[in-house]
């Protein structure tokens, strides 16, 4: 059922550190694509950090420097690593991860349930 499961969010303060882990259930999820979005109260969601098909690595800018998206692939995991955490920071982070079959081609994306950062001053 759950595709996608989310850990590591919770309340720290600024200046901080947290790590989110997204595991995924099923090995057809194509691990080196997976990436990180979140969503501030009031705020559509925006990309945090990802990976394309070419092997490239994509930070927002209001956390490059900061933040490190890394994945294991043994375990099905992709890790985000927050330092200097900031309250501007505060949201629901997900997870995404496609399924991706390439003969014949077809992509289909998950996200995970969500998990909340909150970032006190």
């Known amino acids: 059922q759950v595709q996608l499961v989310e850990s590591g969010g919770g309340l720290v303060t600024a200046g901080g550190s947290l790590t989110l882990s997204c595991a995924a259930a099923?090995?057809?999820?194509?691990?080196?694509?997976m990436g990180w979005y979140r969503q501030a109260p009031g705020k559509q969601r925006e990309l945090v950090a990802t990976?394309?098909?070419?092997?490239?690595?994509i930070y927002a800018d209001s956390v490059k420097g900061r933040f490190t998206i890394s994945r294991d692939n043994a375990k099905n995991t992709v890790y985000l690593q927050m330092n200097s955490l900031k309250p501007e920071d505060t949201a629901v982070y997900y997870c995404?991860?496609?399924?991706?079959?390439?003969?014949?081609?077809?992509?289909?994306?998950?996200w995970g349930q969500g998990t909340q950062v909150t970032v006190a001053s």
């Open positions: 995404n991860a496609p399924k991706i079959v390439y003969i014949p081609y077809s992509r289909v994306d998950y």
């Open positions: 099923e090995s057809s999820f194509s691990i080196n694509l």
């Open positions: 990976t394309t098909g070419g092997g490239n690595t």
